[in-house]
T-cell receptor, first 113, second 114 residues
Framework: DAGVTQSPTHLIKTRGQQVTLRCSPI?????VSWYQQVLGQGPQFIFQ???????GRGNFPDRFSARQFPNYSSELNVNALLLGDSALYLC????????????FGSGTQLSVL | QQQVKQSPQSLIVQKGGISIINCAYE??????FPWYQQFPGKGPALLIA?????SEKKEGRFTISFNKSAKQFSLHIMDSQPGDSATYFC?????????????FGPGTSLSVIP
């Protein structure tokens, strides 16, 4: 079975631009979470979606938004990019909406110049 | 502010030795404590997890020790191998949430030398 897949693997943007990151969960998983991992730090929770509804949001500005599609795949959008948005963006999927084992993808490395 | 502290920041262990990573939490009740292992270029992978009603959990060479009163927990890797070289994150799930907001520690870079 395929694991969590994320695209693209690497992305370079300039300040002020917008970016969309994509995630496909493991087949049968209905929950998708997004995390931001800055170099040398632990991942930070951004969003969780379950059954296409937002279930939780971390301390990130409104420039960050996400959605989940009927096939449970998800997109993370970041508007008005700042240099500080440069990070590895991780997607994790799980069967249900809480306390389930999280399976992480390899992430999208975003560089903002 | 919910926070999980982790030490040491980096660790070098001889092959066959014991690797010990310590974590502590504060301010907020947590009820699930996973440890994740991350290799370069990969996402974190769940290694082992414990609930606060258990003081110790062992899976193969990996053991979690949990001290609820001290709000501390640790990962022990017995018979450490070069293949264990990775970054390890302790983490915690807050109680009373219906979603998977996992709070991660800052990570420990482990190098196991032959």
């Amino acid at each position: 079975d395929a694991g969590v897949t994320q695209s693209p693997t690497h992305l370079i943007k300039t300040r002020g631009q917008q970016v969309t990151l994509r995630c496909s969960p493991i087949s049968g998983h209905k929950s998708v979470s997004w995390y931001q991992q800055v170099l040398g730090q632990g991942p930070q929770f951004i969003f969780q979606y379950y059954e296409k509804e937002e279930r939780g949001r971390g301390n990130f500005p409104d420039r960050f938004s996400a959605r989940q599609f009927p096939n449970y795949s998800s997109e993370l959008n970041v508007n008005a990019l700042l240099l500080g948005d440069s990070a590895l963006y991780l997607c994790a999927s799980s069967l249900r909406d809480s306390r389930e084992k999280l399976f992480f993808g390899s992430g999208t490395q975003l560089s903002v110049l | 502010q919910q926070q999980v502290k982790q030490s040491p920041q980096s660790l070098i262990v001889q092959k066959g030795g014991i690797s010990i990573i310590n974590c502590a939490y504060e301010n907020t009740a947590f009820d699930y404590f996973p440890w994740y292992q991350q290799f370069p270029g990969k996402g974190p992978a769940l290694l082992i997890a414990i609930r606060p009603d258990v003081s110790e959990k062992k899976e193969g060479r990996f053991t979690i020790s949990f001290n609820k009163s001290a709000k501390q927990f640790s990962l022990h890797i017995m018979d450490s191998q070069p293949g264990d070289s990775a970054t390890y994150f302790c983490a915690a799930h807050p109680t009373k949430t219906s979603y998977d907001k996992v709070i991660f520690g800052p990570g420990t870079s482990l190098s196991v030398i032959p």
